[in-house]
Structures are given as structure tokens and as C-alpha cells.
């Protein structure tokens, strides 16, 4: 199937900045979208930004102006730069995608399925 792998997460002061990265591995026939969750205790999972594989965005609308999403569709790598990080922004971030995988017999499955990483966490502290 396949693998999302996050990293880049880490402590950053307010006003600071952080570029997460996702790679996506695995036996891959195609990934449409690719996108960015976070989640902080207590809250809900809710959506940062997408990204399909044209390059069409979408972001929250909080966040829009400070956060950036882009893909390298050749590695299957999604980005996410972060500016201005606040407070509000910690949290841990999950990178998703929906994606198309091949079966043991090499033949892609015809349905795109949801895949989850492992989460990053991001803390945004003075």
C-alpha cells in the first residue's frame, strides 16, 4: 500500500517559521490529493491545506496568507511552510493523501484510498 511519512516538526518562538515535509511511499500507482491536519488536545482533527496533484490549493481561511502548501509530484513529497507560527498553531500534523496503489499482482486497485501519517508535532513557544 502506502506509507506517509512526516518530519520536520519541532519547537519554533512565535513569528518563527517551519517547513514540513511528507513522503509518500509504497507500491503507488498515483496520488490525487495531498494534504495537511491538525489536530491540538482536546480539539477536533481540522483541515490546514490541500493540494491536487495539478496544483490547485485550498487552506483554512485562518491561515491563509501565512501557510504555503506545495508538492513535488516526481518524489510524491508534499510541503507545508509555515510563517508568522503563533502560539494557536501548536499542534500535531498529519500529512494525507488519496492515492491509488497497486496490488501483489502489480495491477492497480480501482478505488482511491485514504492514507494517514503518523503525525508531526509542531510547538510554538517563547
Known amino acids: 500500500q502506502v506509507r506517509l511519512v512526516e518530519s520536520g516538526g519541532g519547537m519554533v518562538q512565535p513569528g518563527g517559521s517551519l517547513r514540513l515535509s511528507c513522503a509518500a511511499s509504497?507500491?503507488?500507482?498515483?496520488?490525487?490529493?495531498m494534504g495537511w491536519y491538525r489536530q491540538a488536545p482536546g480539539k477536533r482533527r481540522e483541515m490546514v491545506a490541500r493540494?491536487?496533484?495539478?496544483?490547485?490549493?485550498n487552506y483554512a481561511d485562518s491561515l491563509k496568507g501565512r501557510f504555503t502548501i506545495s508538492r513535488d509530484n516526481a518524489k510524491n513529497t508534499v510541503y507545508l511552510q509555515m510563517n508568522n507560527l503563533k502560539p494557536e498553531d501548536t499542534a500535531a500534523y498529519y500529512c494525507?493523501?488519496?492515492?491509488?496503489?497497486?496490488?501483489?499482482?502489480?495491477?492497480?486497485?480501482?478505488?482511491?484510498?485514504?492514507?494517514w501519517g503518523q503525525g508531526t508535532q509542531v510547538t510554538v513557544s517563547s
Open positions: 494525507n493523501a488519496f492515492a491509488i496503489f497497486k496490488g501483489s499482482d502489480d495491477v492497480p486497485v480501482p478505488f482511491e484510498y485514504e492514507f
Open positions: 509504497g507500491s503507488i500507482f498515483s496520488i490525487n490529493v
Open positions: 493540494i491536487t496533484s495539478g496544483g490547485s490549493t
